[in-house]
């Protein structure tokens, strides 16, 4: 089993930052990409970034590119995601999810979820 919880949520206005962070926790081993999804009220859930967690290899959704970067650090025990440049339309519930392949397959774990809101 792996856990993830997400903190860092919260309300903030257009053009401030947010970084989310994920903490990774049991058998971490079985881990071969992270990602954040978003899900705004009455919206389907959507990929936002995705990293190999090897670290070599990232995708953004286009919505975010440029202004959102995800990362993790050496223990691999938690995965962030910076938010810069926050928008209205970027409000969603914000959920961390790993998956045991590299490419393709399900995202098998996922946090709880945390809130992000930005008003204009």
């Known amino acids: 089993q792996v856990g993830l919880v997400e903190s860092g949520g919260g309300l903030v206005q257009a053009g401030d930052s947010l970084r989310l962070s994920c903490a990774v926790s049991?058998?971490?081993?079985?881990?071969?990409?992270m990602a954040w999804f978003r899900q705004g009220s009455g919206k389907e859930r959507e990929l936002v970034a995705r990293?190999?967690?090897?670290?070599?290899?990232?995708f953004y959704a286009d919505s975010v590119k440029g202004r959102f970067t995800i990362s993790r650090d050496n223990a691999k025990t938690t995965v962030w995601l910076q938010m810069d440049n926050l928008k209205p339309e970027d409000t969603a519930v914000y959920y961390c999810?790993?998956?045991?392949?590299?490419?393709?397959?399900?995202?098998?774990?996922w946090g709880q979820g945390t809130q992000v809101t930005v008003s204009s």
């Open positions: 999810a790993a998956s045991g392949t590299a490419r393709g397959g399900p995202y098998t774990y």
């Open positions: 049991g058998r971490t081993f079985t881990v071969a990409r």
């Open positions: 990293l190999n967690w090897s670290g070599s290899d990232t």
